[in-house]
């Protein structure tokens, strides 16, 4: 059973950093392209980056680009989002999904609101 | 950026009933279009792919159809649990891009 889940999400002043993870088991994690894809409260779906198989190209979105950084962790199965200089605007709940083009399998979500 | 616009906003139906959901795109997409379902405090779930296939476990009263810029999302005999929003999203080119979302109701 393919399961995605993510961890590390909070509260964070507008202008600081976070990171979390997205733990994946169930398929071969080395084998496919990943993202992160955010929801704001009560708003529509957004995609946010994505990074292919091997790490060795990675795309963002205009408005995170310079700010956010996706990397993997093939030996450890493990997806990441670094968020930089974050901004209110960035407050969402932020998905890892498996990406075929379309997105297969989502994990649960985790919150991330930016506020002072 | 391919814009995706989805109707209706809203949609109310009895169970039983056969609903649709729209979606066009700013530009031809090449059948490179997804749905989902969500529903609330759950994370999105895939129904379609590539236009008109159907994702493993779906049920078969959900079919999509459509290319270029035009696509739909049908369900047949509307169950209680299919109660829930649904989006679609283009991945012919990045950025991939979601419709607005389609929330379906009971009557």
């Not at chain 2, 529903?39 to 459509?66: C, D, E, M």
């Amino acid at each position: 059973e393919v399961q995605l889940v993510e961890s590390g999400g909070g509260l964070v002043q507008p202008g600081r950093s976070l990171k979390f993870s997205c733990a994946a088991s169930g398929f071969t994690f080395s084998d496919y392209a990943m993202a992160w894809v955010r929801q704001a409260p009560k708003k529509g779906l957004e995609w946010v980056a994505t990074i292919i198989y091997d790490g060795s190209s990675t795309y963002y979105r205009d408005s995170v680009k310079g700010r956010f950084t996706i990397s993997r962790d093939n030996a450890k199965s493990t997806l990441y989002l670094q968020m930089d200089s974050l901004r209110s605007e960035d407050t969402a709940t932020y998905y890892c999904a498996r990406e075929l083009g379309y997105f297969d399998y989502w994990g649960q979500g985790v919150m991330v609101t930016v506020s002072s | 950026d391919i814009q995706m616009t989805q109707s209706p906003a809203s949609l109310s139906a009895s169970l039983g009933e056969t609903v649709t959901i729209e979606c066009r795109a700013s530009e031809d997409i090449y059948n490179g279009l997804a749905w989902y379902q969500q529903k609330p405090g759950k994370s999105p779930q895939l129904l379609i792919y590539n236009a008109n296939s159907l994702h493993t476990g779906v049920p078969s009263r959900f079919s999509g159809s459509g290319s270029g810029t035009q696509y739909s999302l049908k369900i047949n005999s509307l169950q209680s649990e299919d109660v829930a929003s649904y989006f679609c999203q283009q991945y012919y080119n990045y950025p991939y891009t979601f419709g607005a979302g389609t929330k379906l109701e009971l009557k």
